[in-house]
């Protein structure tokens, strides 16, 4: 009933090309930016803002980032860990080499090498399709991991391997309280959806899907596949290495190798299933979905105060963790984001379905 | 908000989740116990060490509790399972940070490196007994880390010192070769430093043998040592990447005898399914080795005969059994440090737990009467140096059991303190601190 | 020269074991088209049965004889994994027929995940020992031709056989059981072998029971080789590099991929390695694969395809 | 019906192409030509490589020898691009669609060569990319009206009807502005009424803008309706060039299509 698009026309095409061409949706997404925006900062606790908001939010502009690699362009990636990795050591490297370095450029710059090698480890994919690639992109995965670590220099010779930022901060707003990281990565994070929202419905986007779709039929038509594919590693890598600069800079604050490492990339890649394939809307559920999920059923005795043994408590979560995701692909292989819309269109009738 | 309505039950979960996570870290500050946070990792690739340090940790808080908690104030503790992953560890911090934590043992070189930029700002020590940052050990820069009873350099240090007196002088290591075979990651790396500058010194040649994470195939690793032959061979390995390399070595006939381990690959579960095969192995004891004494035997009578012991009651008096006793009684002791001076059966803040540890003097009485007799040396840390004793001794695996081979042997401090000081002082240049002031350590 | 010949059979039995676990792959691979990236929590699974029985089997019955704790832990770890088979093909794969390789993917990352929990909290998460006998100590070969002789570590060779004949079993269990034949012809056509009665739900739990087989057999070698912990599950990220470059269907790719990538990753460590700083097998072993793939994108054995408009 | 616009020169001339896949012979040695707003029809039996024949126009497939002249300029082989630069657009005889994608999306598709912001300018949008957007929308939206599916714009066209699909593969294929078009089978499997849409369709183009149309097509009385000229292939050779009534005598299309042994 409330959710009514009927009564409203388009006029110009213009009107129907925006991002949320019914009403109720534009309404409802301000009202939730406005609550991100005013209301969570003040509300939610210190635990909440630093180990699940800031996480979660960092993690969605991965799962963005991965999205428009294997959900809108059809290449499997399984080595987005990476380029996170190569987006965070990059990004610390311009932060301390060059005195003054603005912290916005620094994460830009990481965005920007990481797409530089994205678009390098891009190459194979002209040639090996599906698993192969899939597989293949490991070899970024393993490459990465070990050239941080061995390569003194892009760890600025630490004895350890081991690098650190601190003082951040833009324009005389130093972030560090908790509330002011989550306002940096939730701005951060917007504009960055909004530009890859606007890709994916730009003419790039509809060449991506359609490599995605029929390579073939693609190319015929008169999209260069090399073009196509290489942009898309592109666009990827650079959200990706963001995310990545952010998790280093914003959330751990020092960082190894180890925490770009292969299981960061499998959990990417989850969060990107089970949000939806090919939705940005997507990649946020996913991201909540798979960062919320396990910490909510460690929590689960405590909440109840049921005394359960440490080992079992984890071992419980890995098999209820396990169960779910196959539970969803089961149920919905098209992720959240189908169930979204297919609520929506309930909703178009609701309460009156016939 | 209706459309939220219809969203699956998975969607609905995850936001209540959220919800109750909002509110579930107030619920639990309560204020009349020491609340100690526990970080373990009872699962995953390192569980088989992780569990019987976490183990020991978790029995010597009771034991406290069953003798009437620190001057009359109980311990109440959470254990959080970080599974020695970094942004696991990150996350159990705040959320037992949440819950009036007042010291963290973070018990991985990654998590102390994460929290080392956090804690200045909670105002939470953190205290690294045998792990961790060695610089960390000038607490002129850092403030709130306490490397208590020997950092990685000393560890180094100690090895190459015990191999000296083997060879019959350290003037005798000219010209020998020394192999590091380490866990690829900042753990496996922060001895490289030390050993340069002592290679540097005595003369003998240095090798790098990096064993990629957790360490399962090594057979390349140990065909170099087979290709060059080092006369000694130092490993610096963690879980299963210890045991691997033992059978690895046997595999290719390299003699366990002129094998030295770190005191994290010189535990039962790194020889235990090696047995026969593992003679003569040596590794450090941190100041702990194996074997039983008064407090063992308290714990046993108090905790595990009472039937609240943490783990099996065979466990007790293991290399990491103990290593988790220790670190726990160190913990204690800085609170009960710190009541001595902020007022004794009070609860104390994190504030007043740093002074405690900062000025910890466990002389050798104070150790008899904890039962620790024989366990370990006295420590006393001061403003300057956090780490508070240097010494450590060497065990060697007779195939059944781990024996002591080597005396107390202490750390060169004109080889340490200068380079702790010199790595102290490149971070504090990195992060734009200033050394700490005369006046700021009276506090 | 001597060390030389060294490097290349350990790499050449390294690479066998490397094949024992890829061979699980191919064979789900090749029925289901699935990508089992649970292999290796099958093999840590496997490992796991197989060593607490062979603990408790002897308090169960009281004997202490070491074959009859083996022979009889051996059984009841492979029902395990059978029962395994079955649960997954009824609860998943059943489920999730004709969905696109990557949802499939995922749901094998999710069996992963329940298995380490489920394994460990069944069997314990400390380091056990699987003591099937093989020797430990080393042999050396032609002393006289090379100074010091060529070293072969006895363990491996025994384990490189052993995998060399399970391999061979399987091979002829493909070509000459008539429930080989049905697996080939399901292999190839899902839709064709149902039309002519072939019941995919049983020729799946029989796959996996088999890779399951092959998982067990791998966890046996490789725990009592590294002793049975969690890492085993590790070792499965050794086999991915091998099924791409032996092409996912072919069980002959698997073995000779497997070869491949363990004397060229053994050869790059010890004679790259120092230069590189070392530590550089695994990802060598992923570009070497990348790199045969550049020249034959669907792996060396696998099959062609044109693309039809 | 006849052709309002004079048949002018020959723009595309296809000379000596022979394909092969391994040792199987698709084509050998075939050679025609087509003239500037004419209908070509290409016809044959199941497996006469009128399919194969297309692709290598389309740059699809790399044929081993012959050489493909399009207004004037020749090629050993096409590359995919060039020839959709060079106005050639095509239809597919199994439906090629973006399955993934709306109707309105898979048109857009079609005008990628008319599309000339930079990868900065959409991410941003505002300005230069969404004029862009919305001109070229106009334009597809004529080719939705012309092609009457107005009612589909935004359904994905995996949801459609077959016979629908196939007119958004047309569409797809205007959208470019092509100047030939190669239409494979944009018949088949279509009922009468359907069909004659499709006719309708396919002259329209040809009256209207003038685009020469090259097309495969298995309905004998369609293609003597609608062709100007045909081709005939089977087993991947040539057997009969001309005018339909030509070919209609020409006995070894005969024998071909009454499958007389030869």
Known sequence: MLYRENGQFKTSYRADQQIFPIRQDRVVIVAFLALAFVVIPGLASEYMLRAILVPFLILSLAAIGLNILVGYCGQISLGTGAFMAIGAYAAYNFNVRIEGMPLLLSLVMGGVCSTAVGVLFGIPSLRIKGLYLAVATLAAQFFTDWAFLRIKWFTNDSSSGSVNVSGLQILGWHIDTPADKYLFCLGLVCVCALMAKNLVRGHIGREWMAMRDMDVAAAVIGIRPVYAKLSAFAVSSFFVGIAGALWGFVHLGSWEPAAFSIDRSFQLLFMVIIGGLGSIMGSFFGAAFIIVLPIVLDNLPYWFGIPVDTALASHLTNMVFGALIVFFLVVEPHGLARLWSTAKEKLRLWPFPH | MLKFKPLASAALLVASGLAALATAPAAFAQAKEQFFPVLVYRTGAYAPNGVPFANGYVDYLKLVNAKGGINGVKISFEECETGYATDKGVECYERLKGKGATVFQPLSTGITFALTEKAPIDKIPLITAGYGRSESADGGVFKWNFPLAGTYWVAADVLVQNIGQKEGGLDKLKGKKIALVYHDSPYGKEPIPLLTERSKQLGFELQLLPVTAPGVEQKSTWLQVRQNKPDYVLLWGWGVMNSTALKEAQATGYPREKMYGVWWSGAEPDVKDVGEGAKGYNALAMQHGAGRSKVHTEVLKLVHEKGQGTGPAEEVGTVLYTRGLMSAMLGVEGVKRAQERYGKGKVMTGEQVRWGLENLALDQAKLDALGFAGVMRPISTSCADHMGANWARVHTWSGKAWQFSSDWIEADAQILKPMVKAAADKYAAEKKLTRRTPEDCQS | MGFFLETFFGGLMAGMLYSLIALGFVLIFKASGVFNFAQGAMVLFAALAMARFAEWVPHWLGTDSKLLANGIAFVLAMACMVAVAWLIERLCLSKLVNQEPIALLMATLGITYFLDGFGQMLFGSDIYKIDVGLPKDPMFLFEQTFPGGVLISQEDLAAAVIAAALVAVLALFFQKTSTGRALRAVADDHQAAQSIGIPLSRIWVIVWSVAGFAALVAGIIWGSKLGVQFSLSQVALKALPVVILGGLTSVPGAIIGGLIIGVGEKLSEVYLGPSLGGGIEIWFAYVMALLFLLFRPQGLFGEKIIDRV | MSVHRPIGEVILDVQNISLRFGGVKALTDISFNVREHEVRAIIGPNGAGKSSMLNCINGVYVPQDGKISFRGQTFSHMNSRQVAEMGVARTFQNLALFKGMSVVDNLMTGRN??????????????????????????????????????????????????????????????????????????????????????????????????????????????????????????????????????????????????????
């Open chain 4, 113 to 262: 060569l008319k599309m000339k912001t930079n990868i900065f300018q959409q991410a941003i949008r505002w300005g230069a990319a969404e004029r862009e957007e919305t001109a070229n929308r106009a334009f597809v939206e004529h080719i939705i009206d012309f092609l009457e599916i107005q009612a589909h714009r935004k359904t994905p066209v995996g949801r459609l009807p077959y016979g629908l699909q196939k007119r958004v593969d047309l569409g797809r294929a205007l959208a470019m502005e092509p100047s030939v078009l190669l239409l494979d089978e944009p018949m088949a499997g279509m009922n009468v009424e359907e069909k004659q849409d499709m006719c309708r369709f396919i002259l329209d183009v040809n009256d209207e803008f003038g685009t020469t149309i090259v097309l495969i097509e298995h309905d004998m009385g369609v293609v003597m309706d609608i062709s100007d000229r045909v081709v005939v292939l089977d087993y991947g050779k040539k057997i009969g060039d001309g005018t339909p009534d030509e070919v209609r005598a020409n006995p070894d299309v005969i024998s071909a299509y009454l499958g007389t042994s030869h």
